[in-house]
Structure formats: C-alpha cells, structure tokens
Nanobody, 124 residues
Framework: QVQLVESGGGLVQAGGSLRLSCAAS????????MGWFRQAPGKEREFVSA????????SYADSVKGRFTISRDNAKNTVYLQMNSLKPEDAAVYYC?????????????????WGQGTQVTVSS
C-alpha cells in the first residue's frame, strides 16, 4: 500500500513558477514509477509527466515540455514537479500517482495509487 500526499499548489501569476511535491508512504517508493496528472473543471484528467522507477527516464505532455521538470528523491520518498513559465491554461487540480509498471505511463489506468490533489491557479 502506498499513500500519496501532494503539496505546493497555490495561486501564481502567469509566467511564474511553482514546485509541487508528492510525499509517499511505504518502504518501496523506489520501486514505483511516479506520474503527475491534472484535471481542470469540465475537462478530463490528463497526463502531465512521469518518471520511471528503474531507469529514471522521464516523459512529458507536449503542452508542458520545456517548462515543467519532474524529479524524484528516493531517500525522501518524494517526487517533485517544477513548473515554470506557467500559463492560465495550466490551472487545474494536480494529482500525483504511483505505478508498479515502467511502460504506458501516460495512461492513468497504469497507476495503482493516487493522491488527493493540489490546486494550481494561474492568474493572467
């Protein structure tokens, strides 16, 4: 069992930055691939970024590539999402998730555990 708690959301002006954190419980955090998803009002949940547990390889949605960076600290059982050059369209509830797999990480169906989400609001 893995429990995930996100933090770091808030209100930021367009062009600003935020860093989201996701703290995981459990001793096997390093064996899980981690992903970030987001959901805006009236829209479906969408993939943002993921980092594989084995290789540490990362992937990003085209909409955030070059602006967001995912990283993980296995010693702290934490995954981060550094978000720079934020745009109003980045506003959403951001969720972190854990997957026992290393492939198909763009699909929410690959993830076994989810956090409760943290709100990101971007003012124009």
């Amino acid at each position: 069992q893995v429990q995930l708690v996100e933090s770091g959301g808030g209100l930021v002006q367009a062009g600003g930055s935020l860093r989201l954190s996701c703290a995981a419980s459990g001793r096997t955090f390093s064996s899980y691939s981690m992903g970030w998803f987001r959901q805006a009002p009236g829209k479906e949940r969408e993939f943002v970024s993921a980092i594989a547990w084995s290789s540490g390889s990362t992937s990003y949605a085209d909409s955030v590539k070059g602006r967001f960076t995912i990283s993980r600290d296995n010693a702290k059982n934490t995954v981060y999402l550094q978000m720079n050059s934020l745009k109003p369209e980045d506003a959403a509830v951001y969720y972190c998730a854990a997957a026992g797999s290393t492939y198909g990480l763009r699909s929410s169906s690959r993830y076994n555990y989810w956090g409760q989400g943290t709100q990101v609001t971007v003012s124009s």
